[in-house]
C-alpha cells in the first residue's frame, strides 16, 4: 500500500513525521507521502523540515518517505507559481486540495490544479466532465479517498475517470494513526465507489508508478 496524501503536526495533523512513518508502516504500507496543508504563508518553512525527516526515514529502509505539499485554499490564481516553488524547494509530491463538497474551496480550484500539473487532485468533488478530460490529457491523477466527508464524491470521481480515462489513486488523507486503513479497507472503499477489481488494481498501481517517477 501507499499512501501519497498524509498530514503531521507540521500542519493538522496529530503525529509528528516520525510516528507518521512507523504508523504507517506498522498498517502495512510502503510509501508515504508527508504533505501538509501550505500556501505562501509557510510552505517554505515547512518544507525543508520535512525533507530533512523524510530522507532520515527513507534511510532506515523500512518505508520510503517522500516530502510534499497540500495546496489549501489558495487563491486559484496562485496555484501554478506556488506548486512551482514547492517543486524548486523540494517537493516530491505536490497535491492541491480539490473541490470537495464538505469545505468552502475556491471556485476554479480544480480547473487551476489541473493546469498546473500537479501530481495529485485530492477529493475533487463534483468535478466537470472539461477538468477530468484535461487531467487525462496532463497525466494529472484523482484521488478516490477514505476520508469521511471527503469521500462522499468517490462515485461521481470513479464514474468520470472511468469514462474519460482519467489516472486515480487512492489516498487516506491521513490525520491520525487510525486513518491509515490497510488494503483490505481501501479496496472495499474503491469498490464502493463503483471499481472494478481490474480497476482496482490499476489506481494502485498508478500510485506506485508516481512514487517510481518522483524517485528519479
Do not use: W
Not at 509528528?16 to 500556501?39: C, F
Not at 479497507?185 to 477489481?197: E, N, Q, Y
Amino acid at each position: 500500500m501507499i499512501d501519497l496524501h498524509t498530514h503531521s503536526i507540521f500542519s493538522d495533523g496529530d503525529l509528528i513525521p516520525t510516528e507518521l512513518a512507523q504508523r504507517a508502516y506498522s498498517a502495512g504500507y510502503k510509501a508515504v507521502a508527508i504533505t501538509d496543508h501550505t500556501d505562501y504563508s509557510n510552505f517554505d518553512f515547512i518544507l525543508p523540515r520535512i525533507i530533512k525527516v523524510c530522507l532520515k526515514i527513507s534511510e532506515k529502509g523500512k518505508i520510503l518517505a517522500l516530502p510534499g505539499v497540500e495546496l489549501t485554499h489558495v487563491d486559484p490564481s496562485d496555484i501554478s507559481s506556488l506548486a512551482k516553488d514547492a517543486r524548486k524547494l523540494g517537493a516530491k509530491i505536490v497535491v492541491v486540495h480539490g473541490e470537495t463538497l464538505v469545505e468552502p474551496v475556491p471556485l476554479g480550484t480544480n480547473m487551476a490544479a489541473i493546469n498546473a500539473a500537479v501530481d495529485i487532485l485530492a477529493h475533487p468533488g463534483l468535478i466537470t466532465e472539461e477538468e477530468v478530460k484535461l487531467a487525462a490529457e496532463k497525466g494529472v491523477c484523482l484521488e478516490i479517498t477514505t476520508r469521511r466527508g471527503h469521500a462522499f464524491s468517490n462515485g461521481h470521481v470513479a464514474k468520470m475517470a472511468g469514462k474519460f480515462k482519467a489516472q486515480l489513486v487512492l489516498n487516506n488523507d491521513a490525520h491520525t494513526p487510525a486513518d491509515f486503513v490497510g488494503r483490505k479497507m481501501a479496496t472495499s472503499v474503491a469498490r464502493g465507489a463503483g471499481l472494478t477489481d481490474e480497476e482496482i488494481g490499476a489506481m494502485f498501481e498508478n500510485s506506485q508508478k508516481l512514487v517510481k517517477r518522483v524517485c528519479v
